[in-house]
Each structure stands twice: as structure tokens, then as C-alpha cells.
């Protein structure tokens, strides 16, 4: 027999085990959520809201909790009768609160082992998912441990088993060997003291419990924390009606130290390893207990390992922005990881909001219901976000809903009321909106031109947001390009332009008081020229700098206009930089790459917010710098735009490149 | 399938969940021992003897040592185990050797032992054992009436004599 062999031959049969096992649990799981789908519909399925369920059970933990706290009292013989006092004397509130409190609290580990479970089977844990699935092991102790030593609060019988049972557990340790059940061995051994310790493990251990929740959820992008309303109310009435069809009680009268425990009517949700202990050994509970959380701790590394790629990158439309997506990552998370604003709901492949568009590439669709996304759809080129992972670099789209402060996106026709050339390759379009409908938008977001073969091609606004009469684009001619080639040779005044908008979430941030530094590199004056004249429109009196970057004095096309506003505005400063000038131009101003004309008069960048709108050459160009120079993550705002022939070169679309805007 | 039907299977699904988490909460009933039988119990924590008498010093070794360490004994710290046998029925049903506790093997024993026994009358015997020599010097014999599901405790407490039994 070849031994050497033996590692390779369990790994594949524990692969296989593995595999089956997800497989099956996956069979389970979309036959439950299809069932539960035609009872709750879509939107409100139960299944779809696990983990934010739990959650919202915390919180209904820690309410009832606080109102019985109110009303315990710490020590051996208060205890015992202030619970009862809530159970019998002020059953209809404080004893239906008990109640709530212990169902609850039981409802929560269902809830939780289903979550844990559902992430399993769908193979939800590995890679970067590690932190969360780690972190909730952790939870899982610290919500076992929270309801344990809630047990031991009310001192009855069933206290006395779980004090009794937990020494006796612990005192297998080698560390104790004995000396713990000595605190409850008789009558007399358990003083008032208890109670104080007990109640401050009891809060402390849930205080914990929510901050490791919390940093549970944090490498969730905008994880769902609470269920939607009509289940958060369906399971708090749920509760209630068994409250009061099944009120919790005190078992067995108060605790007697020298009686022992015959039956227990045990809570199996918490305490099914206390039973284990007096079937097996203490020992052999601790093994299964440790061997089950290094097992669930280690399950992210363990086989069958993925082929580690660097990832891919994904073209978002209608952002038209690039954002990294990780292998296994789905692309729902990808995209609220950097902040893009798709529509979504259940995340399970359940209600269909995150359905998009597959433009360009491979993935893998993932496990969802067929109501969700039908064939048809999927032949369509249609996917479900929340499912489908990347098997290369992708090309998606999405249906907005709103853009950031809630501007509506639409469509909108618009005729071209004027047209001039500011330079020898940049056309003004002054666009009337039909029905004088000009969208409200923010100073710094896009359109999109929609091309009659479906096509699309972004342009910043150039208007502020007050200019309500129209709106003005301007369009840099590219070689070969299909609309900026009809824009110069084609379009006349007169003619028709579809758009959607606003789109973006690139705009001027109000909320601060830093100066601000705009850098703009050729037409990335547009979205500059609109967040300058919003300013100046609203009264904003910080400090504004502005660096114009282009290669010779012709590219310079509107300069007449913030050399204008300097001259009116004391707040306002602009400086143009030429990168090439000719002869010809007599240039005697700034001269070599913007972002350099910027560091040579700014050494410390961390008081500024800065804008920069350009090429993402420059952009990335000047980023690094930047941050060298102290400027801070969260006060640079980018408006980069590129061609993007890496992912689809057909389109030649102009898109953002990554990051958060 | 229409709404009034909706709502009443959510109220059905609803109502298996509160059944469901209403059940297991307390059932089905744990028999922890049966009901014709008692516990004994055997726990205490007892500091066996020193392993090695404690010696005088000489006034030589006095001298040698800082004034504020000067102390007339010399008294190894290292304990002896305490080995402790029960007995029921005339059966010894377990002999536990506990050594001290500490890094310095200074500390007091500890032993817990938890036997389930039928209820009614039993002869109970123990003997402890807390010197270097293993010579049993504490013994104790009882004749127990324990009742269904009560508890004999047999501590040790040497200030008090040796075992103590209570019920």
C-alpha cells in the first residue's frame, strides 16, 4: 500500500463528502425558499433575512432584558422571588416580557444556525468571506455563553442544574480539577455575591456580543442589519401569542442544593451539550465542543481550495465606472462595496431587484429561483447581481433607481438648441429639455446620451444646477468615436437627444469647510465649471483653487471664463498649466504636468478637499502624490474618464475608473 | 393563489415557528436520573502534609542568609498528594490520588467525584490518605438512608475531624 497516498485519498473523499453535503443543503434550501416564496412572496420571505433577523432578536433580547433587570433582585433568596413576582403577580407584563425574553432568545439560535448553515451549503465562507464566517463563530460562543448565565439568574431548579452542570463541565479542565462545583456544593455555599457576578456577566457578555455583531457585519458592503418591517412585526407577535399560550415559568420551586435534579424540561436550543455531559464524559463534551469550533474556525482553509487569482476587474454601467471584483465575490457585493448604488433586496436570488445586464464577459450564475430569473431572461443577457460571481472581466449594467440625495434617474429627450467649437476639438451643445423637464442633479454628475442602437456615451453637466432653462455638454472629439464624430460632422441644431440622468456620484461635497483644490485636465473642465458656478451660486465662501491642465494654449478652450471669475470672485484663484506649449502661444504661465504645478505650491495637502476631473492618467498620476503630500482618502473626489478598450472595444465607452468617487 | 389564502399560510408558517421554538425551548423533558435513584457526592479541598518535615536552621545558616530572610524554619513547600478511596456497599468504587496544586506543589487538593446510587439504605466507607507515607490516617464509615433524588455530600474538613457527611 502506497501510505504517501493516504492524505491526497481522504482530502478527495472529504471534497466529496463536502460537495454532496453543500449540494444537498443547497437542494434544501431552494425548495424551502420556493415554498416560502409563494406564501410570503418574494420581498418578505423569512428565509432571505436570516442574519437580520437574529439581529432584530438581539434587540428584542435586550429590551425584554432591560424591563426584567429592572425588577430582579440580586440575591439567594430576592432572586427566586422577584422572578416570580414578574411571572405571577405581573404576568401580563412582566411575565409575557420573560417569556418573549427566553423565545427570543431561543428564536435567535435558530435563526443564527440556519444563517451559519445557508452560508455553508453555499459555499459563502471562504476567501475573503473568512473574517465574517470567523467572527461568527465567535458570536456563536458569546451568544451560547449570554444565554447559559441567563439560565442561572432565576435561581430555580433548572438554575441549579445549569450552575451544577457548568462547574461540573469546567471542573474537567485541568485548570479547575474540582475546585468550581465547590461554590455550589451545598446549602451555604452560594451567597448574594452570586447574583452581583451573574448580572455582570449577563450584561457584559451581551455588550460584547453586539460589538463583535457589529464587527461581524462591517466587511458586509451595507449589510442588511434589520428585517424588513412586516417580518420583524410577524416575528415579534409570533412571540407574544407564545407567550401567552405558553407563559415560561420557574421550574421546580427555588433552588435546593441538597436535592438533586431528577427531570428538567431543558432548553434544547442552549443546553443540548449539558445532556451530553452526563451521557458521555465532560472530557469527550469538551473535545466535541473544541473539535466542533476549531473545525468551523479552521473551515475556511480547509480543502478544497480555490485556484487563487488576482481577481477581475468589472465596467459598470450606468456609472460607467471600473471596480475591482474579488474571485468568488459576487457582483452585488462588488458594487456596494465601492459605493455604486444598485438596486437590491432579499441578496438570495429570491425577488429579482439586482437583476442587470451581462454586456461582456463570463460568470457564474450562481444558485437562484427561477422566478427570479426566468431562461428566457438568462439567454437575454440578463443575470441576478447578488448571485452571479466573475469568471473573467465583466462588462455589467444596472437599472438605477436613484443616485445619491435621491435624484431620480430617467430619460429625457432633449433638442439641441445651439452648438459652438470652443477649440478645434471641443464642441459646446446647449441641449433644451422637451417639456422644459431639466433634471435635478448635482453639480459634478453625467448623463448619459442614449445612441440609437442602444449604445451610450457620458458627458458631465457643464450647468449648474440652478440654470434651469437648459444644459450645457461639452464634447471632445475622438477619432473614430461614433457620436463625438456625428457631434463635428452630423448634428445640427435642431436635432433630437435622448438622455438618462442624473448619474454619478461624483459631486461637490457641501458639508465641509475646506479649501478646495479642483484639477481639471482638458474637457474634465466641464463638471469643474459646474460645481465652480454652483458655488459661487450658493454663497460658499471657502477658498477655491483651480488647476487647469492642458497640453497647449488652444486646449485651454474656455480660460476666458475663470480668469472672469477670479477677477469677481476673492475666493477663487485659477492657474492654467501647459504641458506642451508652442511657440507660437508665447506661454509664460505654469508649465509641465497639473498635479506637479499643484505640489510645488501646496506642501501639506491635508486641509484640502480635492476634485479631479480629467484622464485617468492624470488621475492616477496625481492620486499617489497627493497622498504623499497628506491629503486625506475621504476629501479626494475623482472624476476620471478613459477609454476603455481592455473591456470591450467595441464600445470605446468613456467609463471612471474604480475606487470610491 | 389569492390573498386571503397568503395570509393564512404566513399565519400557519409563523405559527410552526412559534411551536417550534415553543417546544424545544422545554421539550421534551431531560431525566437527569431516574427517579428511584439518589446522588453521592465526595468534594472537598484539603492541603495534604508537607513532604519533608520543616528543620531547624543553624545559626550558621542564619548568618549566611539577609537579615530580613532569617527565618528559624526551613520548611520545603512541596506537599504530599492526598489519596482518598470510597467505598459503597462494601464495593470501592474509586480511589483518587490528588496531587497539591501550584507550581511549587504547595497547594491544596482538590477531588470532586459525582456517583449515581439507587435510593434506600447503603453503607458508605472512606478513608483518606494526606502524608508522604500513604498511610490512611482519616477514615469514616456511615450507614446512609438515601432518599429518591436526594444528595449525600461527604466533605472533609480536617479542623473538624476528618469527613463530614451531609445529606
Request: a neutral charge; hydrophobic letters at 45%; aromatic letters at 12%.
Given at each position: 500500500?502506497?501510505?504517501?497516498?493516504?492524505?491526497?485519498?481522504?482530502?478527495?473523499?472529504?471534497?466529496?463528502?463536502?460537495?454532496?453535503?453543500?449540494?444537498?443543503?443547497?437542494?434544501?434550501?431552494?425548495?424551502?425558499?420556493?415554498?416560502?416564496?409563494?406564501?410570503?412572496?418574494?420581498?418578505?420571505?423569512?428565509?432571505?433575512?436570516?442574519?437580520?433577523?437574529?439581529?432584530?432578536?438581539?434587540?428584542?433580547?435586550?429590551?425584554?432584558?432591560?424591563?426584567?433587570?429592572?425588577?430582579?433582585?440580586?440575591?439567594?433568596?430576592?432572586?427566586?422571588?422577584?422572578?416570580?413576582?414578574?411571572?405571577?403577580?405581573?404576568?401580563?407584563?412582566?411575565?409575557?416580557?420573560?417569556?418573549?425574553?427566553?423565545?427570543?432568545?431561543?428564536?435567535?439560535?435558530?435563526?443564527?444556525?440556519?444563517?451559519?448553515?445557508?452560508?455553508?451549503?453555499?459555499?459563502?465562507?471562504?476567501?475573503?468571506?473568512?473574517?465574517?464566517?470567523?467572527?461568527?463563530?465567535?458570536?456563536?460562543?458569546?451568544?451560547?455563553?449570554?444565554?447559559?448565565?441567563?439560565?442561572?439568574?432565576?435561581?430555580?431548579?433548572?438554575?441549579?442544574?445549569?450552575?451544577?452542570?457548568?462547574?461540573?463541565?469546567?471542573?474537567?479542565?485541568?485548570?479547575?480539577?474540582?475546585?468550581?462545583?465547590?461554590?455550589?456544593?451545598?446549602?451555604?455555599?452560594?451567597?448574594?455575591?452570586?447574583?452581583?457576578?451573574?448580572?455582570?456577566?449577563?450584561?457584559?457578555?451581551?455588550?460584547?456580543?453586539?460589538?463583535?455583531?457589529?464587527?461581524?457585519?462591517?466587511?458586509?458592503?451595507?449589510?442588511?442589519?434589520?428585517?424588513?418591517?412586516?417580518?420583524?412585526?410577524?416575528?415579534?407577535?409570533?412571540?407574544?401569542?407564545?407567550?401567552?399560550?405558553?407563559?415560561?415559568?420557574?421550574?421546580?420551586?427555588?433552588?435546593?442544593?441538597?436535592?438533586?435534579?431528577?427531570?428538567?424540561?431543558?432548553?434544547?436550543?442552549?443546553?443540548?451539550?449539558?445532556?451530553?455531559?452526563?451521557?458521555?464524559?465532560?472530557?469527550?463534551?469538551?473535545?466535541?465542543?473544541?473539535?466542533?469550533?476549531?473545525?468551523?474556525?479552521?473551515?475556511?482553509?480547509?480543502?478544497?481550495?480555490?485556484?487563487?487569482?488576482?481577481?477581475?476587474?468589472?465596467?459598470?454601467?450606468?456609472?460607467?465606472?471600473?471596480?475591482?471584483?474579488?474571485?468568488?465575490?459576487?457582483?452585488?457585493?462588488?458594487?456596494?462595496?465601492?459605493?455604486?448604488?444598485?438596486?437590491?433586496?432579499?441578496?438570495?436570488?429570491?425577488?429579482?431587484?439586482?437583476?442587470?445586464?451581462?454586456?461582456?464577459?463570463?460568470?457564474?450564475?450562481?444558485?437562484?429561483?427561477?422566478?427570479?430569473?426566468?431562461?428566457?431572461?438568462?439567454?437575454?443577457?440578463?443575470?441576478?447581481?447578488?448571485?452571479?460571481?466573475?469568471?473573467?472581466?465583466?462588462?455589467?449594467?444596472?437599472?438605477?433607481?436613484?443616485?445619491?440625495?435621491?435624484?431620480?434617474?430617467?430619460?429625457?429627450?432633449?433638442?439641441?438648441?445651439?452648438?459652438?467649437?470652443?477649440?478645434?476639438?471641443?464642441?459646446?451643445?446647449?441641449?433644451?429639455?422637451?417639456?422644459?423637464?431639466?433634471?435635478?442633479?448635482?453639480?459634478?454628475?453625467?448623463?448619459?446620451?442614449?445612441?440609437?442602437?442602444?449604445?451610450?456615451?457620458?458627458?458631465?453637466?457643464?450647468?449648474?444646477?440652478?440654470?434651469?432653462?437648459?444644459?450645457?455638454?461639452?464634447?471632445?472629439?475622438?477619432?473614430?468615436?461614433?457620436?463625438?464624430?456625428?457631434?463635428?460632422?452630423?448634428?445640427?441644431?435642431?436635432?433630437?437627444?435622448?438622455?438618462?440622468?442624473?448619474?454619478?456620484?461624483?459631486?461637490?461635497?457641501?458639508?465641509?469647510?475646506?479649501?478646495?483644490?479642483?484639477?481639471?485636465?482638458?474637457?474634465?473642465?466641464?463638471?469643474?465649471?459646474?460645481?465652480?458656478?454652483?458655488?459661487?451660486?450658493?454663497?460658499?465662501?471657502?477658498?477655491?483653487?483651480?488647476?487647469?491642465?492642458?497640453?497647449?494654449?488652444?486646449?485651454?478652450?474656455?480660460?476666458?471664463?475663470?480668469?472672469?471669475?477670479?477677477?469677481?470672485?476673492?475666493?477663487?484663484?485659477?492657474?492654467?498649466?501647459?504641458?506642451?506649449?508652442?511657440?507660437?502661444?508665447?506661454?509664460?504661465?505654469?508649465?509641465?504636468?497639473?498635479?506637479?504645478?499643484?505640489?510645488?505650491?501646496?506642501?501639506?495637502?491635508?486641509?484640502?478637499?480635492?476634485?479631479?476631473?480629467?484622464?485617468?492618467?492624470?488621475?492616477?498620476?496625481?492620486?499617489?502624490?497627493?497622498m504623499a503630500h497628506g491629503m486625506s482618502e475621504h476629501d479626494c473626489f475623482s472624476d476620471a474618464f478613459v477609454l476603455a478598450p481592455r473591456i470591450r472595444t467595441v464600445t470605446a465607452d468613456m467609463v471612471r475608473l474604480g475606487g470610491r468617487p | 393563489m389569492n390573498t386571503i389564502a397568503r395570509y393564512a399560510i404566513q399565519g400557519v408558517l409563523y405559527a410552526a415557528f412559534a411551536a417550534f421554538v415553543g417546544y424545544f425551548s422545554s421539550a421534551p423533558t431531560y431525566r437527569h436520573i431516574e427517579p428511584d435513584e439518589a446522588l453521592l457526592r465526595l468534594s472537598f479541598s484539603h492541603a495534604g502534609e508537607r513532604k519533608q518535615p520543616c528543620r531547624t536552621r543553624t545559626p550558621e545558616e542564619l548568618a549566611k542568609l539577609p537579615?530580613?530572610?532569617?527565618?528559624?524554619?526551613?520548611?520545603?513547600?512541596?506537599?504530599?498528594?492526598?489519596?482518598?478511596?470510597?467505598?459503597?456497599?462494601?464495593?470501592?468504587?474509586?480511589?483518587?490520588?490528588?496531587?497539591?496544586?501550584?507550581?511549587?506543589?504547595?497547594?491544596?487538593?482538590?477531588?470532586?467525584?459525582?456517583?449515581?446510587?439507587?435510593?434506600?439504605?447503603?453503607?458508605?466507607?472512606?478513608?483518606?490518605?494526606?502524608?508522604?507515607?500513604?498511610?490512611?490516617?482519616?477514615?469514616?464509615?456511615?450507614?446512609?438512608?438515601?432518599?429518591?433524588?436526594?444528595?449525600?455530600?461527604?466533605?472533609?474538613?480536617?479542623?473538624?475531624?476528618?469527613?463530614?457527611?451531609?445529606?
Open positions: 500500500m502506497d501510505y504517501g497516498k493516504w492524505p491526497a485519498t481522504i482530502f478527495r473523499k472529504h471534497n466529496g463528502v463536502l460537495r454532496l453535503i453543500q449540494r444537498s443543503g443547497r437542494w434544501l434550501f431552494h425548495r424551502a425558499d420556493a415554498l416560502f416564496n409563494r406564501a410570503f412572496g418574494e420581498r418578505l420571505n423569512p428565509l432571505y433575512y436570516l442574519g437580520a433577523t437574529a439581529y432584530w432578536l438581539l434587540w428584542v433580547v435586550v429590551a425584554t432584558g432591560i424591563y426584567l433587570y429592572i425588577f430582579f433582585r440580586t440575591g439567594v433568596e430576592e432572586a427566586y422571588a422577584s422572578v416570580e413576582y414578574l411571572t405571577v403577580e405581573q404576568w401580563w407584563l412582566g411575565g409575557v416580557m420573560r417569556s418573549v425574553h427566553r423565545y427570543a432568545s431561543d428564536a435567535m439560535v435558530l435563526a443564527m444556525g440556519l444563517h451559519l448553515t445557508r452560508h455553508f451549503v453555499f459555499d459563502s465562507y471562504r476567501s475573503f468571506r473568512w473574517f465574517s464566517w470567523v467572527s461568527g463563530v465567535i458570536l456563536l460562543w458569546l451568544t451560547y455563553a449570554s444565554g447559559i448565565n441567563g439560565y442561572m439568574l432565576p435561581w430555580d431548579r433548572m438554575a441549579q442544574f445549569v450552575v451544577i452542570a457548568t462547574a461540573e463541565w469546567f471542573d474537567a479542565l485541568p485548570v479547575f480539577q474540582g475546585t468550581l462545583i465547590r461554590n455550589f456544593i451545598a446549602e451555604g455555599a452560594v451567597n448574594d455575591r452570586l447574583w452581583s457576578l451573574l448580572s455582570f456577566i449577563h450584561i457584559g457578555l451581551p455588550l460584547a456580543l453586539l460589538a463583535v455583531l457589529w464587527i461581524h457585519t462591517q466587511r458586509v458592503p451595507h449589510a442588511n442589519t434589520n428585517p424588513p418591517r412586516p417580518i420583524a412585526a410577524s416575528v415579534i407577535v409570533a412571540l407574544v401569542v407564545l407567550a401567552l399560550a405558553r407563559p415560561v415559568t420557574s421550574q421546580g420551586g427555588p433552588a435546593d442544593l441538597s436535592a438533586a435534579i431528577t427531570t428538567i424540561d431543558l432548553d434544547w436550543f442552549y443546553l443540548a451539550a449539558y445532556a451530553l455531559i452526563y451521557r458521555w464524559t465532560p472530557g469527550e463534551v469538551w473535545w466535541l465542543v473544541g473539535g466542533a469550533t476549531a473545525l468551523f474556525l479552521l473551515a475556511p482553509w480547509l480543502p478544497p481550495k480555490r485556484v487563487r487569482r488576482e481577481g477581475f476587474h468589472m465596467l459598470v454601467h450606468p456609472d460607467n465606472r471600473i471596480i475591482p471584483v474579488r474571485e468568488g465575490e459576487r457582483l452585488l457585493d462588488a458594487a456596494l462595496r465601492e459605493e455604486i448604488p444598485v438596486p437590491f433586496d432579499c441578496r438570495n436570488g429570491g425577488c429579482g431587484e439586482c437583476k442587470g445586464s451581462l454586456l461582456y464577459g463570463r460568470v457564474d450564475y450562481g444558485d437562484y429561483q427561477d422566478t427570479a430569473l426566468t431562461g428566457e431572461e438568462r439567454r437575454n443577457g440578463k443575470l441576478l447581481l447578488c448571485c452571479a460571481t466573475p469568471l473573467s472581466d465583466l462588462e455589467i449594467e444596472y437599472e438605477p433607481e436613484e443616485m445619491p440625495g435621491g435624484a431620480p434617474v430617467r430619460i429625457y429627450t432633449a433638442r439641441v438648441a445651439a452648438m459652438k467649437r470652443l477649440t478645434h476639438d471641443v464642441m459646446q451643445l446647449i441641449l433644451k429639455v422637451e417639456g422644459d423637464e431639466v433634471p435635478f442633479f448635482y453639480a459634478g454628475q453625467y448623463l448619459n446620451v442614449l445612441l440609437p442602437d442602444g449604445q451610450k456615451r457620458s458627458f458631465s453637466f457643464a450647468t449648474a444646477p440652478h440654470q434651469r432653462d437648459h444644459i450645457e455638454l461639452q464634447v471632445r472629439w475622438i477619432p473614430g468615436g461614433l457620436f463625438t464624430t456625428h457631434v463635428f460632422t452630423g448634428m445640427k441644431e435642431g436635432d433630437l437627444v435622448r438622455f438618462e440622468g442624473p448619474l454619478g456620484s461624483f459631486f461637490l461635497r457641501e458639508d465641509s469647510e475646506k479649501p478646495i483644490i479642483f484639477v481639471a485636465g482638458a474637457t474634465g473642465f466641464a463638471p469643474v465649471k459646474s460645481m465652480v458656478e454652483h458655488a459661487f451660486h450658493v454663497g460658499l465662501k471657502r477658498r477655491m483653487y483651480l488647476y487647469w491642465g492642458a497640453r497647449s494654449l488652444r486646449d485651454l478652450y474656455a480660460a476666458d471664463l475663470p480668469r472672469g471669475w477670479e477677477r469677481e470672485h476673492e475666493n477663487f484663484r485659477f492657474v492654467p498649466v501647459l504641458s506642451e506649449p508652442k511657440p507660437e502661444d508665447n506661454w509664460t504661465g505654469r508649465t509641465g504636468l497639473v498635479h506637479e504645478a499643484i505640489l510645488a505650491d501646496f506642501a501639506d495637502l491635508s486641509g484640502h478637499q480635492i476634485y479631479a476631473c480629467g484622464s485617468v492618467g492624470m488621475v492616477q498620476a496625481a492620486h499617489p502624490a497627493f | 537579615p530580613n530572610m532569617r527565618a528559624p524554619l526551613d520548611c520545603p513547600r512541596e506537599r504530599a498528594d492526598v489519596t482518598v478511596e470510597l467505598e459503597l456497599d462494601g464495593k470501592l468504587i474509586h480511589r483518587v490520588v490528588a496531587p497539591p496544586t501550584g507550581l511549587a506543589r504547595d497547594g491544596a487538593s482538590t477531588v470532586y467525584r459525582r456517583v449515581v446510587v439507587a435510593a434506600g439504605r447503603h453503607q458508605v466507607r472512606v478513608r483518606l490518605s494526606d502524608n508522604p507515607q500513604g498511610v490512611f490516617n482519616y477514615t469514616a464509615e456511615r450507614s446512609v438512608d438515601l432518599g429518591a433524588g436526594r444528595v449525600l455530600l461527604i466533605d472533609f474538613n480536617a479542623a473538624a475531624g476528618g469527613f463530614v457527611f451531609r445529606m
